[in-house]
Nanobody, 120 residues
Framework: QVQLVESGGGLVQPGGSLRLSCAASGTIFNINTMGWFRQAPGKERELVAGITSGGTTGYVDSVKGRFTISRDNTKNTVYLQMNSLKPEDAAVYYC??????????????WGQGTQVTVSS
């Protein structure tokens, strides 16, 4: 089993920044790809960004140029740096992990989520 614990969410004004962290533990030696998803009220969950063990990244169009995903394999942690936040970025953000080296598609493990609120 793999456990994922997110942190770093909170309230930020439009134009502000937040950095989310996701610490992985458990049987993680076969985990390849890590991702961040989000779900706003009344909307479907969407993939925001993903990163493979080789460093390949992918982003949803709405966050390109504003969000950056990275990982520190020595700490088993993945990050999501979010800049120039907009009200439409507000959502619960979930960390996810999978065994395959593809950013898209089904993920095997999920965190509990962290709330991001963007409001003045």
């Amino acid at each position: 089993q793999v456990q994922l614990v997110e942190s770093g969410g909170g309230l930020v004004q439009p134009g502000g920044s937040l950095r989310l962290s996701c610490a992985a533990s458990g049987t993680i030696f076969n985990i390849n790809t890590m991702g961040w998803f989000r779900q706003a009220p009344g909307k479907e969950r969407e993939l925001v960004a993903g990163i493979t063990s080789g460093g390949t990244t992918g982003y949803v169009d709405s966050v390109k140029g504003r969000f950056t995903i990275s990982r520190d394999n020595t700490k088993n942690t993945v990050y999501l740096q979010m800049n120039s936040l907009k009200p439409e970025d507000a959502a619960v953000y979930y960390c996810a992990a999978k065994y395959y080296s593809t950013i898209y598609g089904r993920y095997d493990y999920w965190g509990q989520g962290t709330q991001v609120t963007v409001s003045s």
